[in-house]
């Protein structure tokens, strides 16, 4: 990636969580789409921003709020960003905090750079292949820069003892809990954390948990940011069938089964 994109991709994240922030502060609407997921004016404000930062880019951007391209245009795309505006619309709505600004690049299909920025928990994550993962702590919504000295690089610790799994508050499945119950089989005690959006990728790169697995419905803009940030930092994101990386800007932009496992200590 460009060095001055970095910059750029910055400052879409924050002006998107300011404008996220601003509604999340009042009463708002909730539409729901044709899939029946729900939509805020928030997730629209948000893609707006981001579309008119990228946009410096001269690099396409296939955004989960923006124009749906066919994959006869995306399928010549070798550089294209992927946006989720506000990914974990349901944790909006609930108002727990957990939900993220998702900005990935992808390469030939593979996520290259990811940054997912949690506005109202003031931290933001970024990650580039080749060049690690980082934490940044955001006390201030009205700064206009981030100090990249203040990174701190990723993992932050050794996995916990307890063999421990991360899951989601929304979006729970049989298969799932199947898969967790086998798991307890061969580790015996197991902890089992829920976390909205894509803070579970964040939580694996911290080293907070040891696996993701996702077997309900997810889509590129779900999960290229976090891909990027998890590998950056050591992990792995791979489909559940194949056992080989997620890659994007697929002609199905649905992805597969997965399972996300945080680097291994040493």
């Excluded at 996220?20 to 539409?31: L, T």
């Excluded at 905090?97 to 920025?117: D, K, M, P, Q, R």
């Amino acid at each position: 990636m460009k060095p001055e994109w970095l910059c750029i991709v910055l400052d879409a994240a924050l002006d998107a969580g300011r404008a996220i922030m601003k509604i999340y502060a009042q009463p708002f609407d909730v539409n729901y789409k044709q899939d029946n997921s729900p939509l805020t004016i928030a997730d629209q404000n948000a893609d707006d921003i981001i579309s008119k930062h990228l946009a410096l880019t001269n690099v396409p951007v296939l955004s989960e709020e923006g124009p749906a391209h066919s994959y006869d245009i995306r399928q010549n795309w070798n550089l294209c960003w992927i946006v989720d505006p506000l990914d974990g619309t349901k944790e909006f709505i609930k108002r727990n905090g957990e939900f993220t600004v998702n900005i990935a690049l992808v390469e030939n299909g593979v996520s290259v750079f990811g940054l997912i920025y949690a506005p109202a928990l003031g931290v933001l994550y970024y990650g580039e292949k080749g060049k690690g993962a980082f934490k940044l702590l955001v006390p201030d919504l009205n700064i206009e820069k981030l100090d990249a000295t203040s990174a701190i690089a990723l993992p932050l610790q050794q996995l916990p003892n307890i063999f421990s799994i991360i899951g989601s508050h929304s979006h729970a499945s049989a298969e799932t809990n199947l898969y967790v119950d086998s798991l307890k089989t061969i580790h015996g005690e197991v902890d089992y954390m829920r976390s909205g959006s894509s803070l579970k990728f964040c939580l694996l790169a911290e080293g907070k948990a040891h696996i993701y697995p996702r077997f309900a419905p997810t889509m590129e803009w779900d999960t290229a940011a976090g891909q990027a940030i998890l590998e950056a930092a050591g992990g792995t994101l791979v489909e559940w069938h194949s056992k080989k990386q997620m890659l994007y800007n697929r002609k199905d932009l649905l992805n597969s089964w997965f399972l996300a496992e945080a680097k291994k200590s040493d």
